[in-house]
């Protein structure tokens, strides 16, 4: 689950297989006490960068960002990140933010 908030940032929360969840690792978050609220980190999509929307797949979520560009992440396996590949994306350190491509348009 993915919820955009009133300052146009993301968080995300439950099950993280394969990265959906944008945090870099694929620990489960929403299980735990202390887990949710201020303890969610929300989703690091670029250094300045507001979320204008959020789309959600199967294991996978787009945003529109307030730059006009489209960023994906979690689930690849059939290229539904529209990145020209089939790696996930947000399961491994170093692969969010700034790092993360945007869709070509």
């Known amino acids: 689950v993915c919820a955009l908030l ?3 940032t ?12 944008g945090l870099g690792d694929t620990v489960v ?13 929300p989703i690091n999509l670029g250094s300045g960068l507001g979320i204008s ?18 960023k994906c992440w979690g689930y690849n396996q059939f290229g539904q990140l529209g990145l020209e590949d089939t790696a996930n994306r947000g399961d491994q350190p170093g692969e ?8 070509s348009q």
């Open 6 to 8: 009133d300052d146009s």
């Open 53 to 70: 929307s959020i789309a959600t797949g199967n294991f996978h979520h787009c945003v529109l960002l307030n730059n006009n560009t489209i």
């Open 29 to 41: 978050r929403g299980l735990t006490d202390n887990s949710m609220g201020d303890a969610l980190l």
């Open 10 to 21: 993301v968080k995300c929360w439950g099950a993280n297989d394969y990265g959906q969840l």
């Open 96 to 103: 969010m933010g700034d790092s993360l491509p945007a869709v």
